[in-house]
DNA sequence: CCATGTCCCTGCAAGC
DNA sequence: TGCTTGCAGGGACATG
């Protein structure tokens, strides 16, 4: 499940892939991947309309704000973005033409980049001919539960920057310059909700998933039903902190699953084998203190800790 | 406005 | 063995 690390190292592979390529097509396979995560039913005509607005563009960069990543392009008027979510299972993978087709392989960009342009890539090896003229491959996304999105949407003003129009409403991630951490602090407050539910709010801090959000709480040693509103300020600034601090320290052992044929996400075996204390680890032994750790659902969620690092609050 | 519940989708595991 | 059922997850939307 792509968080905020995990789409981070995702952009940082698209980018150094793709920044200054140019769209030559942009191919749906699967139009559900057009539609928003709730409402699937697609406008008609939104295929053409989607590979028609992205022909010929030039991708600038590749940026993100929590879960959310988008291309910059260029040579269009107002300014556009192709804006991507991971959702659960999305993933980027650069091949060229010639490779097998993966079975849940949704839409297909068609990139050709000059040779020797001032891409800042890890290197085209294995990708494109060895001959003159310009590089040619594809950009495929791949989508197994198509949780994932894609879409076109004009850039707007939003926490600092510019960012897709749809997506005004997410919070500025802990990664930004905009991010106020005592702000943020500020909003927990006076949230009166399971303290778990306020971390996965996105309009709050964006970036947190299920997997951080009981890492951090377990690193910070707080219930994930504590009440924002009844927990100490200090308490609340620590749950924040450590959701910083672990997702800083994902990051920094995020990109590893690289080759010249992936753009990171390796959904199989990237994500997993990170050091997870509590997330996934029910009726395993807690690491501090050899409790079993619990599992219980939180929003709708499985939310796993230590009832004995992580006291159930005294009002509850 | 705020909090909670439901739905979307697929593959896998468990149960009959 | 082969079917059905339930679960996992992020975010939009509907409802209370």
Redesign the pocket.
Known sequence: ???LPEVESVRRGVHEWTAGATITRAEVI?P?IL??????RIAVGAEETFSRSLAGLRIVSAERR???MWLTLGESDPALSLLV?L???GQFRVQTAADEMH??TRAIFHLERELGSDFTGSGSAGVGDAGRGPERFEMRFVD????GHLGVQPLAWSHGRFVPA??T??AADPLEPAFDFEAVVDRLT?????LK??L???SLV?GI???YADEALFRAGVHPLANP?RTRRSRLASVLESAILVMHDALQVGGTSFDSLYVNVNGESGYFDRALLA??RGGQECVRCSTEIV?I?V????THFCPNCQKSPRYR
């Open positions: 499940m792509p968080e699967d559900r539609g928003t995560t709730s409402q699937r929590g879960k959310f979510h959702g659960m299972s079975k849940h197994q539960r198509i949780f749809s997506t409403h997410i006076a949230k009166n909700t399971a539910s306020a996965l709010d996105q964006s998933g299920n997997i509103s997330y996934g599992r659902t929003g709708g969620r499985g």
